[in-house]
T-cell receptor
Framework: KQEVTQIPAALSVPEGENLVLNCSFT??????LQWFRQDPGKGLTSLLL?????REQTSGRLNASLDKSSGRSTLYIAASQPGDSATYLC????????????FGKGTLLTVNP | DAGITQSPRHKVTETGTPVTLRCHQT?????MYWYRQDPGHGLRLIHY???????DKGEVSDGYSVSRSKTEDFLLTLESATSSQTSVYFC????????????FGDGTRLSIL
């Protein structure tokens, strides 16, 4: 059974800092790896999706990498801003279908002005 | 996001009562999903639908039933609510079940006393 772990559970940084959020998964036979953002009282918003054949994906100040062999993905946020404060979740897709997503518990990021 | 509306947004009810949560989407997405989110757990899939009247169980389906009579509506029913079903429930949709990320509603906070 796929298990997804996110470390740290919470992270507080000053504005402008570059930071890395970590996601690890136990079964490397994944179809894709997805990163989401969740604001308080809201649903999840998809940020980046990395196919198993890809090494990384970029969107603006966000860069996500994937290393299947080590069972790890990282989300890099450049020049963090207070508006980046949210919970970030990763999800491993083990079966090629969305109903095979296994979510991590998330990292709560606080960016202090 | 993706025109997903969940109702009600908040509900408090008593143990043993039936509860129905509604998810309405305006994107004509074929796939719809119900998740629950609890502290200490990642999002867990309850049920999903791959078309009108086509549904299947997810990871934590015991005590829940679903129905989808129209493309735009996906209902989640707790036949006899228990305190262990206190949670935040999210509906999600996707046009396909493969590469495309899911879009999430803002959730229903359900408290069962």
């Amino acid at each position: 059974k796929q298990e997804v772990t996110q470390i740290p559970a919470a992270l507080s940084v000053p504005e402008g800092e570059n930071l890395v959020l970590n996601c690890s998964f136990t079964d490397s036979a994944i179809y894709n790896l997805q990163w989401f953002r969740q604001d308080p009282g809201k649903g999840l918003t998809s940020l980046l999706l990395i196919q198993s054949s890809q090494r990384e994906q970029t969107s603006g100040r966000l860069n996500a990498s994937l290393d299947k062999s080590s069972g790890r993905s990282t989300l890099y946020i450049a020049a963090s801003q207070p508006g980046d404060s949210a919970t970030y979740l990763c999800a491993a897709n083990s079966g090629g279908s969305n109903y095979k997503l296994t979510f991590g518990k998330g990292t709560l990021l606080t960016v202090n002005p | 996001d993706a025109g997903i509306t969940q109702s009600p947004r908040h509900k408090v009810t008593e143990t043993g009562t039936p509860v129905t949560l509604r998810c309405h989407q305006t994107e004509n997405h074929r796939y719809m999903y119900w998740y629950r989110q609890d502290p200490g757990h990642g999002l867990r899939l309850i049920h999903y639908s791959y078309g009108v009247k086509d549904t299947d169980k997810g990871e934590v389906s015991d005590g829940y039933s679903v129905s989808r009579s129209k493309t735009e509506d996906f209902l989640l029913t707790l036949e006899s609510a228990t305190s262990s079903q206190t949670s935040v429930y999210f509906c999600a949709t996707s046009g396909t079940d493969r590469v495309e990320p899911q879009h999430f509603g803002d959730g229903t906070r359900l408290s069962i006393l």
